[in-house]
């Protein structure tokens, strides 16, 4: 059982240049979920998707895109990266019923990426 | 929105001593606090989570604790050891109706457990 995986591990990236994160789950989610974690400022939340189809822009969401043209992949990419956009990428899934309105989130290893 | 205050930002212990780490939020609709611990190199793992109903909950060496009525919880692990080092991040999430929340998390706290 994989859980959730990304890709890369690590990318060091050219500003200017474009870019996609991958992210996959085989836990048949149905939300998914990127968030940026940066020294001092714990995880911010990018861009969200509650279901295949649909998406949401999160606390940070400028110069990222996201797709949601199924269930178990949510790719984030960055147009046109800029330093600023140095940061580990975390992609998480929740979908568990527990009854509370609230499902527990399953993060995935990250992305560490470097943009010069 | 919502705004998560969390500290310490770090914290040493030597094991076997106990640690505290302790969270405020803002928004009193905010109902479901859970808690992640993030290991070196890997993404943030759920631990332990409180709802706005229940003052304390406990598994195993890991407690947690809320006061509503002041908005602030805590997370409390006992008898430390050297795996329990890691960043710990608290979060509040408000649920807003069936599949929509929002979650907050905190800034996270550095734990480190001194053989």
């Known amino acids: 059982i994989a859980g959730i995986t990304q890709a890369p591990t690590s990318q060091i990236l050219a500003a200017g240049r474009r870019m996609t994160l991958r992210c996959t789950q085989d836990m048949r989610h149905n939300a998914m979920y990127w968030y940026r974690q940066d020294l001092g400022l714990g995880l911010r939340l990018i861009h969200y998707s509650n279901t295949a189809g649909t998406t949401g822009k999160g606390e940070v969401p400028d110069g990222y895109s996201v797709s949601r043209a199924n269930t178990d992949d949510f790719p984030l990419t960055l147009a046109s990266a800029v330093p600023s956009q140095t940061s580990v990428y975390f992609c998480?899934?929740?979908?568990?019923?527990?009854?509370?309105?609230?499902?527990?989130?399953?993060f995935g290893p990250g992305t560490r990426l470097t943009v010069l | 929105g919502e705004n998560v205050e969390q500290h310490p930002s770090t914290l040493s212990v030597q094991e076997g001593d106990s640690a505290v780490i302790k969270c405020t939020y803002s928004d009193s609709a905010s109902n479901y606090f859970p808690w992640y611990k993030q290991e070196l190199g890997k993404g943030p793992q759920l631990i332990i989570d409180?709802?706005?109903?229940?003052g304390e909950k406990k598994d195993q060496r890991i407690a947690v604790t809320l006061n509503k009525t002041a908005k602030h919880f805590s997370l409390h692990i006992t008898e430390t050891q050297p795996e329990d080092s890691a960043v710990y991040f608290c979060?509040?999430?408000?649920?807003?109706?069936?599949?929509?929340?929002?979650?907050?998390f905190g800034k996270g706290t550095k734990l480190s457990v001194i053989p």
């Open positions: 409180i709802r706005s109903n229940v």
């Open positions: 979060a509040a999430v408000r649920v807003r109706g069936a599949g929509s929340y929002q979650l907050t």
């Open positions: 998480a899934s929740s979908g568990s019923d527990r009854g509370i309105g609230y499902n527990e989130q399953f």
